[in-house]
């Protein structure tokens, strides 16, 4: 049975993927120190034989005596929210915990997955963005801490394949929206849900033209499943390539839930990328993955979610 640590396993991306390993036989050690993660997200997970959970901080050195398979570092915040209230821990996670989670995977000689983000090209001048494009990024920027902390955690694992062969695998993870999301995330798809499950208006910044595509969670874990097993050395972006503009998001979520909500616009946020939207030909060609759940039926079961959690 094949092992594999997941860092910030109890966050919504962590736990999907530990469930996911679990089902196709890994034994699963999840790691977490709850800063954005939560019980709740792995609770359903205590009673399996072949799952373990370790309450530690990664950017501390981290200690496991069993043998490793896989190493994946999941662990960091990831909204605009969190990372601009907690900035020095965003940098450490991408930098400190990157550095040991690195030297784990060397130490256990096991295979390493950085879960980065299309946050590392920044508010790109290309669209859609492809892999070998090296982004536009403002580095002193409010964004800045997690932009630079992912592209810094790029080259640090890139180095440690090149000079020390680690078998590393990038993830660059655009938008993902499902079951598990926090309600208080800050990003787009919990605040229109929430905006529009209680009837307030829903909060578009700038006049709603500016881009995102949205990958469902299942979707997204089967793209880190197959990265994950595959002989790529390379960034890789797993993201779904259909682009909406805000304004069309907030219309189809008035139009899911049966809101009365209007849309109230504010002021763009400094930074904020024009467009995002994964080129995933890399994807395609070498893990013969792409995404195949519709937007509406994803957000559904996304709705679902929030209207019945606490």
Avoid at 41 to 48: F, M, P, Q, R
Avoid at 126 to 154: H, L, M
Wanted: overall charge positive; some cysteine.
């Amino acid at each position: 049975m094949k092992s594999v640590l997941i860092t910030g396993g109890a966050g919504f991306i962590g736990s999907h993927l530990s469930d996911f390993l679990l089902k196709n036989g890994f034994k699963v050690i999840c790691m977490d120190n709850f800063i954005t993660g939560n019980k709740k997200n792995i609770g359903h997970l205590s009673g399996n034989k072949n799952f373990s959970f370790i309450s530690h901080d990664v950017t501390e050195h981290i200690e496991i005596k069993d043998n490793l398979d896989f190493v994946l570092h999941f662990a960091s915040p990831a909204s605009p929210d969190d990372y601009q209230k907690i900035p020095i821990q965003t940098l450490k996670v991408g930098s400190l915990g990157t550095h040991n989670t690195l030297g784990l995977a060397l130490a256990k000689k096991a295979k390493y997955m950085l879960a980065s983000t299309s946050e590392v090209y920044g508010d790109p001048l290309v669209n859609p963005q492809p892999e070998t494009y090296w982004g536009n990024v403002n580095p002193i920027g409010p964004r800045g801490c997690y932009d630079e902390a992912k592209r810094f955690s790029e080259a640090l694992t890139m180095a440690y394949h090149r000079i020390h062969k680690v078998d590393i695998k990038i993830a660059r993870i655009f938008n993902t929206y499902g079951p598990r999301m926090r309600k208080n995330d800050g990003r787009v798809v919990p605040n229109f849900l929430n905006q529009a499950i209680s009837n307030k208006p829903i909060t578009v910044y700038g006049d709603g033209s500016q881009t995102r595509s949205f990958c469902y969670v299942s979707d997204l874990v089967e793209g880190l499943y197959s990265l994950m097993l595959s002989s790529i050395n390379e960034p890789v972006n797993l993201g779904n390539p259909e682009e909406h503009t805000i304004l069309e998001f907030a219309e189809i979520i008035k139009k899911l839930t049966g809101t009365k909500s209007k849309i109230d616009f504010k002021p763009l946020p400094t930074d904020d990328p024009h467009v995002r939207c994964p080129e995933i030909s890399r994807a395609k060609k070498e893990l013969g993955w792409q995404p195949k759940v519709i937007l509406t039926d994803g957000l559904k079961e996304t709705i679902d979610f929030f209207r019945n959690s606490a």
